[in-house]
């Protein structure tokens, strides 16, 4: 009898303890309590190391978590919400909750609707983006009110995880990314991406050599793989463009056949519109630059570096230029290149001693004076020229068929109101490996002047 007393008392005691924690828990006050911060990166690519040296985290998401110590005993964290900082870094979350010291848990990822960031396993794994612990205090007591955990920076002497290798990475990859996103947008709807931006860094094969992997944006998935050793901002941009083009584009799956087939796209392929996607992606990589960065225009190759050879392969026609990626590269740089009457494409290589520079030089001065009319279009200008324009005879968007040189220049005649017919044939004349033809005689006529 003693026995069985003793039994059903002891449950009964742990529920009345449990009563009465759950009754001094309702029991208190409801008060506000407040977490914010500042994220920021100090930055490892030397483009961004120049321009900015430290840049705030602007659009990722923040994770804050609290726990609460009841009856002296601290329990466990539970997430509060989640915040995304603003253009300056900022982040602030405001909760309402029992009247209880706290301690919190700030952690970061970098996702947004524009943009993601994958880790290093993120292929085998079901969790493709990681959060970052920036901030954990494990010491000190926080009662009601609110918390400033200043700014937290991303860096080799960081706390938690900011001076992790990869989250420091992918910060600058964020940041870069960033510039680059806001830079197409703002060039009109009609240019900019059409879906989340997804990048995987670090990228690498457990079935191909390090010797031999590399970078590459798929064409299927539109995921950027950026292997280990291409953490550059010239990588990174390159691969971002071959997503903007498969997106503004028909046709672009068939770069993931001839990747299969030969194991590689680049340098002289057999299909014209292979060598058209890399160029173009190392074309806008360079614009990007430019525009982000200020670093000094891209000038076209001149005649004798092409049939000379670009990686040993001399390009002494269009139609090896427009198989090869670089002559893709030159034939896109020859559009944006400013004041084109004053260099010369000079002519093709004849054997012995080659010049220098690699590319068009300024034109030797002439006592004859000229008026002078090059076209100059703007990078936002060679985009418009892959988007379907109805009214100009083009109803898709641009496709495999149309990635010759001659057609893509007439393309962009009929597109463009800032490009004639006779400039895009100029183009077209100044690229031809066997060539002649100056600018100064493209685009310049004479002034006759009255004799003295």
Same mark, same amino acid.
């Given at each position: ?10 449950? %009964?005691? *742990? ?15 409801? !008060?506000?309590?407040? *977490? ?14 120049? &321009? ?87 010491? *000190? ?56 931006? /997804? ?37 990174? @941009? %390159? ?61 076209? @190759? ?21 198989? %090869? ?66 009214? &100009? ?13 001659? /057609? ?5 005649? =009929? *597109?463009?109101? =800032? ?24 685009? !310049? ?8």
């Amino acid at each position: 009898m003693n026995w069985m007393k003793g039994f059903t008392r002891t449950p %009964h005691a *742990v529920l009345m303890g449990l009563a009465l924690l759950l009754t001094a828990d309702s029991a208190m006050a409801d !008060c506000t309590y407040t *977490v914010k911060g500042k994220l920021a990166v100090q930055h490892q690519l030397p483009e961004l190391v120049t &321009a900015h040296g430290t840049s705030p985290l602007k659009g990722v998401k923040v994770q804050i978590s609290g726990k609460a110590k009841v009856l002296g005993v601290w329990g466990w964290y539970a997430v509060w919400d989640e915040v995304t900082t603003n253009s300056l870094g900022e982040f602030s979350l405001t909760q309402t909750k029992a009247c209880y010291d706290h301690r919190y848990k700030i952690e970061v990822k970098f996702q947004s609707d524009d943009l993601e960031v994958r880790h290093e396993t993120s292929t085998s794994s079901t969790t493709k983006v990681k959060w970052y612990l920036i901030f954990e205090d494990e010491t *000190v007591d926080h009662g009601p009110g609110t918390l400033d955990v200043g700014t937290r920076t991303f860096s080799p002497t960081g706390a938690r995880d900011l001076n992790l290798q990869e989250a420091r990475d992918h910060a600058d990859i964020w940041v870069a990314y960033q510039k680059a996103i806001e830079k197409i947008n703002g060039y009109g709807p009609d240019r900019a991406f059409t879906s989340q931006i /997804r990048v995987k860094f670090p990228h690498n094969s457990d079935v191909v050599s390090d010797t031999v992997e590399a970078s590459y944006a798929n064409p299927a998935t539109q995921v950027i793989y950026i292997f280990e050793s291409h953490f550059n901002i010239s990588t990174l @941009y %390159h691969e971002l463009m071959h997503v903007w083009a498969y997106q503004h584009v028909s046709g672009e799956l068939g770069l993931a056949w001839e990747l299969m087939e030969n194991g590689s796209t680049h340098g002289l392929v057999d299909e014209p519109w292979v060598a058209f996607h890399e160029g173009f992606a190392e074309y806008g990589s360079d614009k990007l630059q430019q525009i982000i960065f200020g670093e000094t225009p891209r000038l076209p @190759y001149n005649r004798e570096r092409l049939t000379r050879g670009i990686g040993g392969t001399p390009l002494t026609s269009l139609s090896l230029v427009q198989r %090869h990626d670089m002559g893709w590269w030159s034939a896109f740089h020859i559009m944006t290149t400013a004041n084109l009457d004053d260099y010369t494409f000079k002519t093709a290589w004849t054997g012995g001693t080659a010049s220098t520079p690699t590319y068009i030089v300024p034109r030797d001065p002439s006592p004859i004076l000229y008026s002078c009319n090059p076209p100059s279009l703007t990078f936002a200008q060679v985009l418009k020229v892959f988007l379907a324009n109805s009214t &100009a005879g083009y109803p898709n968007n641009l496709t495999k068929d149309e990635m010759l040189v001659s /057609r893509f220049y007439d393309r962009a005649a =009929d *597109v463009l109101t =800032d490009l004639s017919l006779a400039d895009s044939d100029s183009f077209l004349d100044l690229l031809n490996p066997a060539g002649t033809t100056q600018p100064l005689n493209e685009f !310049c006529s004479p002034i006759l002047t009255p004799l003295p």
